[in-house]
């Protein structure tokens, strides 16, 4: 199963809908599950650097097959590892709030990320749109942590 650009651009476009419902202007991006850009939109007003932040947790909420808030412990108990990702990868590898892998159906189809509106902003712009769509939502933790 893979995620279309009419898929893509219907995410795209309930999410704009929710950033203008809370006044913000947001960037929004959307990969397929290799992390390759399928779309990315910026809102009018949108700050500059705000496509490439949305690019970024999209990226890493489809490579890493997790919503990008489920990083943060992992970013935290393991710095060094964590920072050398992104020199690993296509973007950098975000542990924030605000990108969201995209699933269905128990498969990875790609990730979503927001950029423009606060941390908690970003996210629950992500969840509404992606619950409103019928994608899931529900994703396994990561491993237990050392010590």
């Not at 476009?13 to 006044?23: C, D, P, Q, S, V």
């Not at 990315?40 to 970024?56: E, F, M, N, Q, Y």
Request: net charge negative; charged share 20%; glycine share 12%.
């Amino acid at each position: 199963m893979k995620l279309t650009l009419a898929e893509a651009e219907e995410i795209l476009a309930g999410t704009l809908k929710r950033g203008e419902h809370l006044g913000k202007a947001l960037s929004v991006a959307v990969v397929d599950a290799g992390g390759h850009l399928i779309s990315v939109k910026r809102s009018d007003g949108a700050r500059a650097l705000t496509p490439s932040i949305a690019i970024a947790k999209a990226y890493s909420a489809a490579i890493m097959e997790r919503p990008t808030n489920m990083l943060y412990d992992w970013a935290q108990s393991n710095p060094g590892f964590f920072a050398q990702l992104s020199t690993m990868a296509a973007h950098p590898i975000v542990a924030t709030e605000g990108g969201v892998t995209i699933k269905r159906d128990g498969e990875i189809l790609g990730g979503l990320g927001v950029s423009g509106g606060t941390p908690a902003e970003d996210q629950q712009a992500c969840e509404e749109v992606l619950t409103e769509l019928g994608y899931e939502l529900v994703f396994a933790a990561w491993g237990k942590k050392r010590g």
